[in-house]
């Protein structure tokens, strides 16, 4: 499985032809304390750089944009349960979404480890 990055602080790991999603420590961090998740419908394609979900903190809102075309199949109830867990392990259980893929190439045009850690530099 190999991850990338968009811009926007949002990573996907992909796995064939699913991926999951979720933002990066550097998003956690500028966000503050998570206090609640809005995550997209099962079932809902949603292109690349469309908005995907939401993120709430004590501090602000921000929108999760979709790093590549996909339709969701399965959405992380525990995180919706608990959204400190973006804080707490965003790369791992804090995870938002899961995708199939409909457009795999698109992930070529994301960063990977070493282009996301100078851009973060």
Do not use: C
């Not at 990066?24 to 961090?29: E, M, P, V």
């Not at 903190?57 to 973006?86: C, F, H, I, Q, W």
């Not at 698109?106 to 960063?111: H, I, R, S, V």
């Amino acid at each position: 499985m190999s991850t990338k990055y968009t811009e926007e602080q949002v990573w996907i790991r992909q796995d064939g032809d699913f991926a999951i999603v979720g933002i990066t420590h550097h998003a956690q961090d500028a966000l503050g304390d998570i206090v609640f998740v809005d995550l997209p419908a099962i079932g809902t394609e949603i292109a690349q750089k469309a908005v995907a979900g939401v993120v709430e903190s004590v501090k602000t809102a921000a929108d999760v944009y979709m790093p590549a075309s996909g339709v969701v199949t399965e959405v992380n109830e525990e995180l919706r349960a608990d959204p400190s867990l973006a804080n707490t392990d965003p790369l791992g259980n804090g995870w938002f979404f899961k995708v199939k893929l409909t457009q795999p190439t698109e992930l070529a045009g994301l960063m990977d480890e070493a282009a996301y850690q100078k851009f973060e530099g």
